[in-house]
């Protein structure tokens, strides 16, 4: 079985947008009063797109009381602030994760806007829609890092898979979050533009959606490709490779290609992976994209 075709439409009226705003970069999470904790990126639609966001994105919190539903606005989580800190500019790439009672939202931040002044970072809480405590520097990656996507080990180490300015996939670790990070692997595949990782477990079988930036892997422009990995360190493509595409399915049988499908994150429950979000952009207007997926196992 192949993880393309474990995915199953959508419904109608799921998802998050907003008006007035592009979103993008979606992390979902369920949170112990069992609704759903939604963080994405947003930036005025006056400011342009994509390169709008290099200046204006925040990350937002949005919550569900059912995926089968729209995620409502709550709050701005990451905004700009005082001048002098690594991501006084603008906050991007939110990926969030729980270690024990603390749940930590990686992001990307800019000190000014500038592309090669994108650092990787984190804020940390112990309450999903409460206050948030940014960190004062960035993890210790090369400037210019982006799209961080991290997994929590048994004793609490992490990995993370991150991309650098010219779309070279690198994984590095630490022995914890807020410790020393050091980059096990510089190029995952050479000579292949990737950007978008989300790494997560089967089993004890590592597995990565991965956005295909040139369609070096899946022989596609932007689609999704699917990874596998025994350490985490070293990958290699899954067989087929191909994750998903750009065709989004409704249940009412609507289909839309979509100009734009990127940044797949999945919600996992306990050991159940149930939805793939991907951001997606159809003429002028991006969401939150939910799509259900069938029981995932070891045939993934």
């Not at 960190?135 to 990995?159: G, H, Q, R, Y």
Request: glycine share 8%; proline share 5%.
């Amino acid at each position: 079985m192949t993880f393309y075709k474990k995915l199953l439409p959508a419904k109608k009226n799921s998802g998050f947008k907003m008006e007035g705003y592009y979103v993008w970069c979606a992390s979902p999470i369920k949170g112990d009063d069992g609704r759903y904790y939604l963080f994405a990126s947003r930036w005025p639609k006056s400011t342009g797109f994509p390169d709008g966001y290099m200046h204006y994105s925040e990350i937002v919190l949005a919550i569900s009381d059912s995926l089968d539903k729209p995620f409502i606005f709550e709050k701005v989580i990451i905004g700009e602030r005082e001048r002098g800190y690594w991501d006084s500019k603008m906050a991007h790439n939110p990926h969030i994760i729980k270690i024990d009672d603390e749940y930590v939202l990686f992001y990307i931040g800019s000190v000014d806007g500038s592309v090669n002044k994108r650092a990787i970072g984190y804020a940390r809480s112990n309450n999903l829609n409460g206050d948030w405590e940014r960190s004062d520097n960035p993890i210790n990656l090369p400037l210019n890092s982006n799209n961080p996507s991290v997994i929590v080990e048994k004793d609490k180490s992490i990995l993370i898979a991150f991309r650098d300015g010219n779309l070279k996939l690198m994984i590095a670790k630490a022995k914890a979050y807020d410790l020393e990070y050091k980059i096990v692997n510089t190029n995952v595949f050479p000579g292949i533009m990737l950007e978008d990782p989300f790494m997560f477990k089967v089993s004890d079988r590592y597995e990565m959606l991965i956005e295909d930036n040139i369609g070096g892997l899946t022989g596609n422009v932007r689609y999704g490709a699917h990874l596998i990995s025994m350490d985490g360190v070293h990958w290699e493509t899954n067989t087929p490779v191909l994750a998903y595409d750009h065709e989004l399915i409704w249940e009412d049988g609507t289909v839309i290609q979509a100009d734009r499908r990127e940044r797949p994150q999945l919600l996992i429950d306990d050991t159940n992976v149930s939805c793939l979000f991907t951001a997606v952009k159809v003429g002028g207007e991006t969401w939150s994209f939910v799509q259900p997926i069938a029981d995932i196992d070891e045939t993934v």
